[in-house]
T-cell receptor
Framework: RKEVEQDPGPFNVPEGATVAFNCTYS??????FFWYRQDCRKEPKLLMS???SGNEDGRFTAQLNRASQYISLLIRDSKLSDSATYLC????????????FGRGTQLTVWP | EAQVTQNPRYLITVTGKKLTVTCSQN?????MSWYRQDPGLGLRQIYY???????DKGDVPEGYKVSRKEKRNFPLILESPSPNQTSLYFC????????????FGQGTRLTVV
């Protein structure tokens, strides 16, 4: 079983739509969780950290369910500029600084 | 400007010809790492370094070497490249307390023929 599993998509949505991405992780010792964004052929960039209580950053909401080992990202009012691949990232628990990356979920927002 | 710089950005080479991909960061970060990204496989860690002269293997270290003689630099060395090392490579750095938050370089697209 892969450490981090994501639905690869692609998700194709119209502008203004709400879209949700899900991710599961296998290491119950993981402590830190993130969503990264990667534009085509470019470097990944941190979108947001995910906290146990859930957190919001503008149109983006991240949720964590430790019991189910499940992470989600909700994007409201999608913009064309949201088109990218979204990577679910989980730390390895015991080994400081080491991260597991999901394969990414591809999103295309069309006008 | 805070950044991680990789060179070269693109490289086509032949099997067996030693090459080095450089990585430099100007943020005084202790932690640096190398990843490769392949279609359908996502990002996989090759090597990482917790500080100067401290390096360790990641998930896919075979065929690669690294060194960390200075805090800012973390070169990736392919002593004898093979076609299965054709990939997109990223260097990343981070620092306590947010050591799990990585800043990535722009990537090096390597083709080995």
């Amino acid at each position: 079983r892969k450490e981090v599993e994501q639905d690869p998509g692609p998700f194709n949505v119209p502008e203004g739509a709400t879209v949700a991405f899900n991710c599961t992780y296998s290491n119950s010792a993981s402590q830190s969780f993130f969503w990264y964004r990667q534009d085509c052929r470019k470097e990944p960039k941190l979108l947001m950290s995910v906290y146990s209580s859930g957190n919001e950053d503008g149109r983006f909401t991240a949720q964590l369910n430790r019991a189910s080992q499940y992470i989600s990202l909700l994007i409201r009012d999608s913009k064309l500029s949201d088109s990218a691949t979204y990577l679910c990232v989980v730390d390895r628990g015991s080994t400081l600084g080491r991260l597991y990356f999901g394969r990414g979920t591809q999103l295309t927002v069309w006008p | 400007e805070a950044q991680v710089t990789q060179n070269p950005r693109y490289l086509i080479t032949v099997t067996g010809k030693k090459l080095t991909v450089t990585c430099s960061q100007n943020m005084n970060h202790e932690y640096m790492s190398w990843y490769r990204q392949d279609p359908g496989l996502g990002l996989r860690q090759i090597y990482y370094s917790m500080n100067v002269e401290v390096t360790d293997k990641g998930d896919v270290p075979e065929g690669y070497k690294v060194s960390r003689k200075e805090k800012r630099n973390f070169p990736l060395i392919l002593e004898s490249p093979s076609p299965n090392q054709t990939s997109l490579y990223f260097c990343a750095s981070s620092a306590p307390p947010e050591i799990r938050v990585a800043f990535f370089g722009q990537g090096t697209r390597l083709t080995v023929v």
